[in-house]
Every structure is written in C-alpha cells, then in structure tokens.
C-alpha cells in the first residue's frame, strides 16, 4: 500500500503579496514612537490615519487615501488631545467620523471634512470623559453606528451611547491591562485578552463573562473572532518564550483546540481574519514577515499557505475595508504597513493571481456592507442583528447618506484666556500639569498688570473729579 500526503486543494494557496510603488506610498510621515502595542494606523476608503510624533500633546495626520506621495512637513493634523494618542478607529459606517483615545483619559469623535484636513483640528464632535487612567484600546460596534468600546489602564470597558454621548455600561471584571477586544458578527458577544493571563468571552450588555480560559501554558497576547465559525483565535507566547498561535471553541475554552507554534521571535504577533474568505494573516511587530493561513472546520484547522517577506521592519498595519479594494485587480486583502525609520507608509496588496478580468463571484462572496444594521438603542435593548450584506460588484460605489449628529450638551463656561475656570478636569499627565501651571501663572502676571492699569485709571479719574469739584466754574 503506498504512502500518500494528505493535500487539500485551495482557491488561494498561490495569493501573493504586492508592494505598491514608491509613487503610491505615503513618504515623510513622522510616525510616533510610542511603544504601546497597538497600530496607531487606521484606514478606510476615503482617508488614513496616522498617529504622528509631536512636542505635547497628541496628534494624527490625516490625508486622502487617493493623495499619495510625499506629505509636506506642515500638514495639518488632528491635535487636540493632551497626552499621547493610543489609538484610532474609523466608523466603518461613516467615512468621515474618526474616534481617539490617549494619555489624557479621553475619548475623542471627529469629523473630518470632505477632501481632508485644510488646518489644524483641534476641536471634536464630541468629548468622552469615564475612565480614571489613560485610554489604551478603542472598537466600534460592528452592526451600529453609535455604540463605540473604550479599554483603560484602570481595568474597565466602558460602553459609550454616541447619540446621547455618555457610557451606558461598564465592564468590571478584569484584574489588569486589557491587551485586545474583538467582536462576533453580529456584535452580541466580546472576546478580551488580559495581562492577568485570561481569555474571556462577555456578554457585553449584561457584563456576565460566560467563558473564561486560564492561560498558563499559552500568554494570549491578541485574539480574534473567526467570524460565524464559533472559535477563537489567540496569538501569545508559549512557556519556552517561542511566538505561538492557539485555536479555541467558544463555548468551550477549558483547552485550546490547537496549539502551533511559530518561531522565537520576540515581537507581538497581531492577527488578521477574513470572514470571507477564511484567511488568516500573522504579521509580527517588528519583523517584515506576514504569514497566511486558510482556516477550515475539520481538522487540521489550520492551513499554512505562504509568507510575505520584507526587509523593512513593520510598527503597525491598518487594514483596507473589503469596500475599498481593487476586486478588478483580484485583490482580496490590504495592509498599509508604518515603517518608523524611513517614515513610510507602505500599501502591501493580496492578490489571488487570475487570468481571467471579469469579476470573480467564488473569491468575493457578499460581505459586510456600510450601512448598520440596528439602531444604538435597539441593540441596547438587547436585540441582534447580522450585517446588511453588499455585493462588491456593484454595491461598493453606493454612497453613504448617515450622518454623525454629536448630542448638544449644556455647557456653563467662563472662558479667561483660552481657560475654562468652571471645567472640572484635572491634568491627568505631567505635560498636561506642567502646561497648566505656566498657564495659570501667565492668567495671573496679566491679571495684575489689568489690575494695576485700572488703578491707574481711577487715580487719575479721582483727581479729574476734585479738579472739577475745584473749579471757580462751579463756585
């Protein structure tokens, strides 16, 4: 009997990974520093989003997907936050809407008007004031618009209403860090990695953590939801330090369903998923390597299909909405890569290599489209509803009629030289404490010479009023 390897056929064991031109890459781009773990980019079809470096405070760029090239040094930014920016998110159903959070413990919505930023933006739609410590991890809700999770460093997730612009719910019940959110389809469930070596999976509306995993042998670093398959996927590290990858069932995560390890590298692994074609996308913070996997529902589960290589280390990776690819050029997945040392950001394309130029139905099936599903208050309610559905062979050029309404909030102020005296917010960073008080020092040398003027002034009103009292005019 002879010995035969067990091969599976797949549509996309030859995707290939394609570097875009230096004309259509983003170049001369101060990318942060910052060593929190997270992208600090974000795209969608019409801008992207990159988190700058700047003296105080903290800021992102903003410019046209369409405008590529070199960006000049004095492009406007977004730059109202008081502390580093940790991270940014669009609205994956309004284009123009743009959530931060930072330092400063403050979420942050903006709206960036058509055609990009023509100054600096330092004034948001709306201003989101919960959590007691720095804001590391922000996700829109994936079926409505108006719900937005925060994640801070004092161990809570706040749910925030936008349409009434305050929390609705918090999440108490992890002991450390969050380190990642990710949301089911249709947003009724949450999976959270945490430092204290736990994988959860939460109900959100209610708080209750209906699954719970005690990662000893594997530190869950990331973790991502494999869209309608009922299972996890969790990047972390193993007890010999080597970057390993772990499969899980939802409802069951007493142990992983597989373990694989990757290599011994040291950089986070951040994990992709595309529910629509079931590929998985490994790439490592630090290193130029993206590894895909197809997942598949019997065993193996896990099918390596290839690697892209790079020699430029990568700091970040926004990720193109389905809508914004290039189905013509059979490009099912996109990453703009941030190369911190040459300040660039890099669009990497995955191509399924076809010979044919019409549209391919088999790797472009009916996905996740822009409009939401449910209102914010229905899905507070407790209901749940898939995405709306959109082909991408006619539906990605419909345009988008929603619009981001902030709530309008009564506001007493007394404004004094850009200081709001009756704002209860105290400096949350040193920077911030330190600009308050040269502030407040400079209110107070200005106050003193007015006071001074004024005294002036009436001395000499003072004296008119005996010159006249004397006057033989009045005798």
């Avoid at 349409?163 to 969050?178: L, R």
């Avoid at 869209?227 to 995560?253: C, F, H, P, Y």
């Avoid at 590894?291 to 019997?298: D, L, N, Q, S, V």
Wanted: net charge neutral.
């Amino acid at each position: 009997m002879s010995w035969r390897p067990t091969y599976r056929s797949s549509k996309f064991r030859n995707v290939y990974g394609k570097v875009a031109n230096r004309e259509q890459c983003f170049d001369g781009i101060p990318i942060t520093k910052n060593v929190h773990d997270n992208h600090f980019c974000a795209v969608n079809a019409k801008f992207l989003a990159i988190v700058t470096e700047s003296a105080g405070g903290g800021s992102f760029i903003v410019v046209p997907v369409a405008q590529s090239g070199r960006i000049e040094p004095h492009n406007p930014k977004v730059c109202g936050h008081q502390g580093n920016v940790l991270d940014i998110k669009w609205n994956p159903f309004i284009d123009n809407i743009i959530a931060s959070c930072s330092e400063d413990s403050s979420v942050r919505i903006w709206e960036i008007p058509e055609g990009g930023l023509r100054r600096n933006m330092t004034e948001a739609v709306l201003e989101l004031y919960g959590h007691s410590r720095r804001v590391g991890l922000i996700e829109w809700h994936p079926t409505t618009s108006g719900i937005l999770f925060s994640a801070g460093y004092d161990y809570k997730i706040l749910i925030w209403n936008l349409e009434i612009g305050e929390p609705v719910k918090m999440i108490d019940c992890h002991s450390d860090v969050i380190l990642c959110m990710s949301f089911n389809t249709d947003g009724s469930l949450l999976a959270t990695s945490c430092k204290d070596k736990k994988l959860r999976v939460i109900e959100p509306r209610s708080g209750r953590v209906l699954q719970e995993a005690n990662c000893k042998n594997h530190r869950v670093n990331r973790v991502v939801f494999l869209g309608n398959m009922k299972r996890l996927l969790t990047t972390g590290v193993s007890r010999w330090n080597t970057r390993q990858i772990a499969l899980w069932d939802q409802e069951d995560l007493s142990m992983p369903m597989v373990e694989e390890e990757i290599d011994g590298l040291s950089g986070l692994l951040f994990p992709f998923y595309d529910p629509d074609t079931h590929m998985l996308y490994l790439a490592g913070k630090g290193d130029g390597n993206i590894r895909y996997y197809e997942i598949t529902t019997e065993k193996p589960y896990l099918m390596y299909l290839m690697e892209f290589r790079s020699p430029a280390p990568q700091k970040g990776l926004g990720v193109m909405p389905k809508h914004g690819l290039d189905v013509a050029a059979c490009e099912v997945f996109r990453f703009y890569k941030l190369v911190t040392l040459k300040g660039l950001v890099e669009p990497i394309s995955m191509i399924v290599p076809r010979r044919s130029e019409t549209y391919q139905e088999d790797i472009y099936p009916m996905t996740a489209g822009t409009e939401p599903a449910i209102t914010a208050e229905e899905w507070l309610s407790g209901i749940n509803r898939d995405p709306v559905l959109m082909s991408l062979k006619e539906g990605y050029t419909r345009p988008n009629q929603l619009v981001f309404k902030a709530p309008v909030k009564e506001k007493k102020s007394v404004v004094v030289n850009g200081i709001d005296l009756l704002e209860n917010v105290p400096p949350r960073t040193e920077n911030e404490l330190l600009r308050m008080f040269f502030r407040q020092q400079e209110e107070l040398r200005r106050l003193k010479e007015e006071l001074t003027q004024k005294d002036v002034k009436i001395r000499q009103l003072e004296l008119e009023l005996n010159n006249l009292r004397n006057s033989p005019n009045n005798i």
